[in-house]
């Protein structure tokens, strides 16, 4: 048995047992991550890590930043690890077991988040006692945020207090479920939530009433028509699929009955501009479209008509760099050369905007994220685990 894998075998179970505590924290997109951080933080400090935490307006949620040193006092050039802590949610009856409570079954460990992407955090953590015990010429950090999962509202907090400790990097690696292949571009998440205000009335008199739900359906129909149009965009470099900006509708809720003229109407949307031009194309129209035809329309009947669009966040995509040195770390680490991209967000774009060389690799297959009886292997949380094994060596002097 080669030493890479006795030190697999070793960890392994803290792995899981670490990745089932994760699994407890029903960290929800929105919900309070608190005790999670706290959990992590500890286990850090333990090994004589560094942290400091920001904190969002509602005081409920965090990030947390926290370095190893190898008990030296080493500066810049350090190497990031870094994943989200928001699971999105999950229907508890249509699982087959509690979805916060981890199972194991045919080598594979079931849970909201196991998968995206609480099994990557298990494994740095489950290998920070390795970091710390080696005589590291390059500091590890472990990056863990909130709310990813809603326009990854949590990361540009903790990078704006970076930016102000005025700490170098080298690179960073995303753990996002990737099958732990280099992932060197996606496109960029824009999410949005328009509101309807109309006036309410009898059905039996539409003439004499607003109704907010209509007017969300033709402010749909005319996000379809943009959508078309995207599909007709040409891109200077277009490497994903599919291969053009898209647009989704995800929610519309409004009304009281069918008898009665709705006042009221929300229309939840999101955009995935593959630039930036794709997302000012589509804002733009939306807007003259509410401002010069839907609003006219809607106060000539009732002048305190109105639609909001509110933007819940707009993340900058990841964009493939030539010669990064973040991906080429982890193609020697994996040994690996083989690269793709993916049309799902992360908050790789943020990190390389800060100006750190940011590639995403990470264990468990996209396919498993945010499904009913969402699982992460085992074979996947070992080659992870090799991973973090070999960047350990390649960090000590």
Not at 2 to 23: A, G, M, R
Request: glycine share 8%; aromatic share 8%; with cysteine.
């Amino acid at each position: 048995m080669s030493t890479q894998n006795k030190v697999i075998d070793e960890i392994f179970p803290n792995t899981l047992k670490i990745l089932s505590d994760l699994i407890k924290f029903p960290t929800i997109s929105g919900a309070s991550n608190l005790k999670l951080i706290e959990y992590c933080e500890k286990r850090l400090n333990k090994l004589g890590a560094t942290s400091f935490k920001t904190i969002n307006e509602s005081t409920q949620q965090a990030n947390l930043f926290s370095t190893l040193n190898g008990g030296k006092k080493l500066n810049g050039d350090g190497i990031i690890l870094s994943g989200h802590t928001d699971v999105v949610p999950a229907a508890t009856k249509e699982w087959s077991s509690d979805p916060y409570i981890a199972r194991e079954k045919d080598n594979k460990i079931y849970g909201r988040g196991s998968c995206d992407m609480k099994g990557f955090i298990a494994c740095t953590l489950a290998m920070a006692p390795l970091f710390a015990s080696s005589n590291l010429k390059k500091p590890i950090h472990f990056s863990y945020t909130y709310d990813e999962e809603t326009a990854c509202l949590g990361a540009p907090v903790m990078l704006d207090d970076l930016k102000k400790r005025k700490i170098n990097f080298s690179a960073c690696i995303i753990g996002e479920p990737t099958s732990m292949k280099a992932i060197t571009a996606h496109k960029g998440y824009n999410e949005y939530i328009t509101e309807f205000t109309g006036l309410s009335g009898h059905a039996s008199d539409p003439e004499h009433g607003v109704s907010a739900v209509e007017y969300a359906i033709r402010y749909s129909n005319k996000l379809m028509e943009l959508r078309d149009e995207l599909k007709k965009r040409k891109q200077k470099k277009n490497v994903f699929s599919p291969p053009y900006s898209t647009l989704q509708i995800g929610k519309i809720n409004g009304g009281i009955g069918t008898n009665v003229i709705a006042d009221k109407c929300t229309l939840d949307w999101e955009a995935r501009p593959i630039a930036q031009e794709d997302g000012e194309f589509i804002n733009k129209n939306i807007d003259s479209y509410a401002e010069k035809t839907l609003l006219p329309e809607m106060r000539k009947i009732y002048p305190k008509s109105n639609i909001k669009k509110i933007t819940v966040g707009e993340v900058v995509g990841f964009d493939e760099k030539a010669g990064s040195e973040a991906v080429d770390l982890v193609c020697n680490l994996t040994g690996d050369n083989s690269k793709d991209v993916v049309s799902f967000g992360t908050e790789a774009g943020l990190f390389q905007e800060f100006g750190i060389s940011t590639v995403v690799c990470g264990p468990g297959s996209i396919e498993q994220a945010h499904t009913v009886d969402e699982y992460i292997t085992f074979d996947q949380l070992k080659l992870c685990l090799k991973m973090l094994i070999d960047l350990k060596e390649r960090l000590k002097n």
